[in-house]
């Protein structure tokens, strides 16, 4: 069983920047594929940005590529999201997920393990 718990979400004006973090637990980290997914009152849960266990494939929503990188740390079992350039779209509550196959889907139905999900908010 692997637990996931994200940190680093926080109210942020409109340009700024906010790293999220996921730290999990368990030995086999490295093999994870992982993958951040946000959802926002009213919508389903989408996509963010994914990152296969090599890190070697790197996927992003069209809506976030270019402001946002995924990036992972195995020795501290920990993926970031880090966020530039916020827009107020961007608000919802952001969500780190684990495949145990180690691919980096986008469908939600790939991920195993699922964090508790933090809020980001981006006001005008």
């Known amino acids: 069983q692997v637990q996931l718990v994200e940190s680093g979400g926080g109210l942020v004006h409109t340009g700024g920047s906010l790293r999220l973090s996921c730290a999990a637990s368990?030995?086999?980290?490295?093999?994870?594929?992982m993958g951040w997914f946000r959802q926002a009152p009213g919508n389903e849960r989408e996509f963010v940005a994914a990152?296969?266990?090599?890190?070697?494939?790197?996927r992003y929503a069209d809506s976030v590529q270019g402001r946002f990188t995924i990036s992972r740390d195995n020795a501290k079992k920990t993926v970031f999201l880090q966020m530039n350039n916020l827009k107020p779209e961007d608000t919802a509550v952001y969500y780190c997920?684990?495949?145990?196959?180690?691919?980096?889907?986008?469908?939600?139905?790939?991920?195993?393990?699922w964090g508790q999900g933090i809020q980001v908010n981006v006001s005008i």
């Open positions: 997920a684990a495949d145990r196959e180690g691919y980096s889907g986008t469908d939600i139905s790939g991920y195993d393990y």
């Open positions: 368990g030995r086999t980290f490295s093999t994870y594929g």
């Open positions: 990152m296969s266990w090599s890190g070697y494939t790197l």
